[in-house]
T-cell receptor, first 113, second 111 residues
Framework: GAVVSQHPSRVICKSGTSVKIECRSL??????MFWYRQFPKQSLMLMAT?????????EQGVEKDKFLINHASLTLSTLTVTSAHPEDSSFYIC?????????FGPGTRLTVT | KQEVTQIPAALSVPEGENLVLNCSFT??????LQWFRQDPGKGLTSLLL?????REQTSGRLNASLDKSSGRSTLYIAASQPGDSATYLC??????????FGKGTKLTVNP
């Protein structure tokens, strides 16, 4: 099956700093990738749709200036959490699809202290 | 707005038992429905994908059914094993590849 990777798997940062998370499709090209966030005991919530070569589309309530998304190639999307705060601590997961089935990355656990 | 509900939130069964996980959704205009497995602190593993035109899909000990008109899906796990312990998530796609997830059912299979 298709493989999606994420890096890093875990990151701890200080409040006020920025963190970049990478999402890669390893064996297929993805013009569209998705970023989700999952708080403890909550369902995954879609944050934004990352579009290769164009601006990302953000879901209602997600600040585009805080969660910067760059999709510069057909295999890489990055999510940068700018000026991170403790409430941004969460599990971030990306997904991409070579067909009708979504494939997910292993996730990135972000802890902001 | 699509909402997905999974019942029960948690389930504990002895090894070998057959079990059913339930998923319901409010808007029947879906493109497909997927069942995922999530191990603690890990990403999602896709288990089964059911297209809107299909009634069920099977993979090994897993069988998923879809009744689009009533907004329901079930995931049947036969002869459960301790290794099946995980959180099972149901998600529906209404188009544009966006998925709406339920909160999941945390399954514990006791040896």
């Amino acid at each position: 099956g298709a493989v999606v990777s994420q890096h890093p798997s875990r990151v701890i940062c200080k409040s006020g700093t920025s963190v970049k998370i990478e999402c890669r499709s390893l064996d297929f090209q993805a013009t569209t990738m998705f970023w989700y966030r999952q708080f403890p005991k909550q369902s995954l919530m879609l944050m934004a749709t990352s579009n290769e070569g164009s601006k990302a589309t953000y879901e209602q309530g997600v600040e585009k200036d805080k969660f910067l998304i760059n999709h510069a190639s057909l295999t890489l999307s990055t999510l940068t959490v700018t000026s991170a705060h403790p409430e941004d601590s969460s599990f971030y997961i990306c997904s991409a699809s070579p067909n009708s089935e979504q494939y997910f990355g292993p996730g990135t656990r972000l802890t902001v202290t | 707005k699509q909402e997905v509900t999974q019942i029960p939130a948690a389930l504990s069964v002895p090894e070998g038992e057959n079990l059913v996980l339930n998923c319901s959704f409010t808007d029947s205009a879906i493109y497909n429905l997927q069942w995922f497995r999530q191990d603690p602190g890990k990403g999602l593993t896709s288990l089964l994908l059911i297209q809107s035109s299909q009634r069920e899909q099977t993979s090994g000990r897993l069988n998923a059914s879809l009744d689009k008109s009533s907004g329901r899906s079930t995931l049947y796990i036969a002869a459960s094993q301790p290794g099946d312990s995980a959180t099972y998530l149901c998600a529906v796609e209404g188009g544009s590849e966006k998925l709406v997830f339920g909160k999941g059912t945390k399954l514990t299979v006791n040896p």
